[in-house]
């Protein structure tokens, strides 16, 4: 009987610790979700009174920060589709040919991936697009993301197709199929949830990115949400909370619905080999 | 259908040599195995038909023509492989047409074959499935009807029951057999498993280390084994092997062996030149063909006791001689067999196989 009842209380005690560390963490989250919603919100947590959308009216009437957002969905899409559409090809490549030190290749490229998106080697990598004369086009970040990105995301679904077995893309030719149909009919398809991974992967990447479009970029007309959200700072550098707490939000929808999509959609699983 | 032809090929995977200078003829309308032990290079010779590996040299032909470098889609064969190889993210609709799609069929024309196809294998009214709701059976189905869906020149298997369970291979063993006697189409079939080489095969390939051992049809095979490797393969259980001591003496060979009575066996050509050289020999002699000494017999071994298996309809005793050498009868009898600590077992001189030092088979005179 003493026994139940100590247990009773920790299993309690235990459920109270855990609701309060829940709580620490939910804290900035509804601050986050409130603090849009009020026009007088500060540093503090607040329930909104009254309720209002005039920080979003305001936030819409700042034509530079919305343009930010449309820069940064040009860049990250191009950055996804550029990452996306090579990796898979490189991958595949990497896992199915028997190409010698291939892994020598794919190692190499991690560890200078590291480098190349790591502040660093913002230096060279300005020197390098400024020569080229790519200095203040969506392209030359885009580039340079894929660059940093490219030899993860090769990795990580070089691995995800090693696990796949040959025997689909060689029934596909046994039956009659070009390497080319075999690819697109029987290989992409099963790799598929691995590109979705990688494409969520890059797209928060580049989307979330700060120095490399400061850094590459000049006009303001193609700065990225990341860069545009520090023109709700004042000029003496303090932030005007109201504004941003709207801007943060709308900045953070496009991630939070691609997550939902992917995962109605995709569900974020492997499906590999069928089970013999 | 084709023939299927192997001339001199040799394939290896930078060091390790997995076929060596392999010749074959695989006849029009015939159902070859190609059985042995795993890395024996079977599958390897396999995939050299389909065109998934290419020779080192030598070259492969299909009926008539050179396909040795053809990518596997210009061979026009079909394939079942060990793990189906079925795309999950099709139905079994689109599974089974696969091969049709790639050749351009419309879809309508697709579908109905596929549900032909489907419903002779007793699977059409799954077709909606994607693979991975089906049973393994199905699954193994499934692929023998995506094979079955086009006419080939030559069907080839890997191994494609052995992931199934007993009863189910037997069942899938069976409905092969009868489709090979219903079509008649010429088939290359990979297995490790004997019982399935010798069910289904108008002819066997027993292969070893990247050759071909002994290449006959399965009552051959089983009849009289080339080598020792392949009497000890054939066969469940394997035939028993024994070294013995033999010599010519009074117009016969006379043999010994602890434990072993023998009368003299008839002097053949090849046993006299073996024994020219040496004297010891490897005595064979099939479990089925040997039974319970009832005294009087004039060939028998014996030893101790080791095992006595019961299987129902047969059973299996096994006795172990001093050197621990054993000797397993299979006795065709439902009754319960009762035996003492000293058994002696007994079988016909006809039923004798004897292979010289070097593991070859030395034929009687006549054979």
Redesign the interface.
């Known amino acids: 009987m003493r026994h139940m009842f100590l247990r009773f209380f920790s299993r309690i005690g235990f459920s109270v610790f855990a609701s309060l560390i829940g709580a620490l963490f939910a804290l900035p989250l509804i601050w986050f979700l409130f603090a849009p919603f009020n026009a007088r919100a500060e540093l503090g947590l607040a329930i909104p009174n009254p309720f209002t959308l005039s920080n979003f009216v305001t936030v819409f009437n700042n034509t530079f920060a919305i343009r930010g957002l449309w820069n940064s969905l040009i860049q990250s899409v191009g950055g996804v589709i550029f990452v996306g559409v090579s990796a898979t090809l490189a991958a595949y490549a990497l896992s199915r040919s028997n190409m010698p030190g291939k892994s020598a290749v794919t190692y190499v490229l991690l560890l200078f991936s590291s480098v190349v998106s790591g502040s660093a080697a913002m230096v060279p990598i300005f020197l390098i697009v400024n020569s080229v004369g790519l200095i203040d086009t969506h392209i030359s970040v885009i580039l340079v993301f894929a660059g940093g990105l490219l030899p993860t995301a090769m990795f990580i679904l070089r691995d995800f197709i090693d696990g796949i077995p040959k025997s689909y893309e060689e029934s596909a030719m046994v039956a009659g199929a070009s390497p080319v149909q075999a690819f697109f009919d029987v290989a992409l398809p099963v790799i598929r949830p691995g590109i979705v991974v990688i494409v969520v992967w890059s797209f928060v990447n580049i989307w979330g990115s700060f120095l490399i479009p400061f850094i590459l970029l000049r006009s303001s007309e193609k700065m990225p949400a990341s860069v545009a959200i520090y023109s709700f700072y004042s000029e003496a550098g303090t932030p005007i909370v109201t504004l941003l707490a709207a801007y943060a939000l709308l900045y953070s929808l496009p991630v939070v619905a691609l997550y939902l999509f992917v995962s109605w959609k995709f569900g974020f699983r492997f499906f590999g080999g069928i089970k013999a | 259908m084709a023939s299927v032809q192997f001339k001199n090929v040799s394939k290896s995977f930078g060091e390790f040599v997995a076929v060596k200078d392999m010749s074959l003829e695989i006849g029009d309308g015939e159902f070859v195995c190609l059985l042995g032990p795993s890395g024996c290079g079977k599958t390897t010779s396999l995939r050299m038909i ?3 590996e290419t020779p080192t040299s030598g070259s492969i032909e299909i009926g008539e023509s050179d396909v040795t470098f053809k ?3 210009d ?1 026009q ?3 079942v ?9 099709m139905n079994l609709a689109d599974n089974i047409a ?2 049709l ?3 351009g069929e419309s879809e309508q024309n697709r579908h109905k074959r596929a549900q032909e196809v489907a419903d002779v294998l007793k699977i059409g009214h799954l077709l909606e499935r994607v ?2 709701q089906i049973s ?1 059976g199905q ?1 193994q189905r499934t ?1 023998l009807a ?1 094979a079955l869906v ?1 006419p080939s020149k030559v069907y ?1 298997f890997d191994e494609p029951l052995s ?1 199934l369970d007993a009863k189910l291979r037997l069942e899938a063993r069976g409905f092969l057999n009868h489709l090979q006697r219903d079509m008649g189409m010429t088939a290359v079939y990979v297995t490790h498993d004997q019982a399935e080489a010798m069910a289904l095969a108008t002819r066997i390939a027993v292969m070893n280390e990247g050759e071909i051992v002994q290449y006959a049809p399965p009552i051959e095979i089983y009849r009289r084994p080339a080598t020792t490797f392949v009497a000890n393969f054939v066969g469940n259980p394997p035939m028993n092997l024994l070294p013995v001591e033999a010599m010519i003496a009074d117009g016969g060979i006379s043999i010994r062996a602890d434990g072993l009575s023998m009368d003299p066996l008839p002097v053949s050509a090849r046993a006299a030149k073996a024994l020219e050289t040496g004297k010891t020999l490897t005595l064979g002699v099939r479990p089925e063909h040997l039974h319970i000494a009832a005294g009087g017999e004039s060939n028998t071994i014996s030893g101790k006791l080791f095992a006595n298996e019961n299987m129902g309809p047969e059973s299996l005793v096994t006795l172990e001689r001093a050197d621990a050498a054993r000797f397993t009868a299979r006795i065709f009898t439902d009754d319960e067999i009762r035996l003492e600590q000293n058994v002696s077992l007994a079988f016909e001189a006809r039923h004798v196989h004897l292979f010289d030092a070097d593991g070859l088979r030395l034929p009687f005179d006549g054979e």
């Open positions: 389909a065109g998934l990518h596997p889609k061979r064969i079909s394939m492989f060990q793990d189906y190889a079925l795309y999950p993210h696969y091969p799609k790639v050749r693979p991975a393994g699954q692929s995506r086009y080839l992931n």
